[in-house]
Nanobody
Framework: VQLQASGGGLAQPGGSLRLSCEAS????????IAWYRQAPGRERERVAC????????YHLDSVKGRFTMSRDNAKNTAYLQMNNLRHEDTAVYLC???????????????????WGQGTQVTVSS
């Protein structure tokens, strides 16, 4: 049972990356999924999440209009499309999943039981 995050790398400011979070050993259907990020010296913050029931999404204010979270239950994968990247987006990005009934906005990181290993995103010119 694991989550595999991938798609990180080096991007220039204004560039794009697409992160993937693939589940194995369990099905993502029925799970809320979240992307968190952690930069050196900063607390982990929730970037985006998507609910299990109605696929409603939440995005951190600083990424609204630039990042879009989605999910494809048939592929057992969630995505984070990141456009117009900024230096301050540099961080390790982690995905998390849990069977949570309410809108994902109501849940904090400690309520997610499945975590991926993280993928590094570096935005630099």
């Amino acid at each position: 049972v694991q989550l595999q995050a991938s798609g990180g790398g080096l991007a220039q400011p204004g560039g794009s990356l697409r992160l993937s979070c693939e589940a194995s050993g369990f099905t993502l259907g029925g799970h809320a999924i979240a992307w968190y990020r952690q930069a050196p010296g900063r607390e982990r913050e929730r970037v985006a999440c998507i609910s299990s029931s109605d696929f409603s999404t939440y995005h951190l204010d600083s990424v609204k209009g630039r990042f879009t979270m989605s999910r494809d239950n048939a592929k057992n994968t969630a995505y984070l499309q990141m456009n117009n990247l900024r230096h301050e987006d540099t961080a390790v990005y982690l995905c998390a999943a849990e069977r949570l009934a309410l809108s994902c906005i109501h849940y904090n990181s400690h309520e997610y039981g499945h975590w991926g290993q993280g993928t590094q995103v570096t935005v630099s010119s």
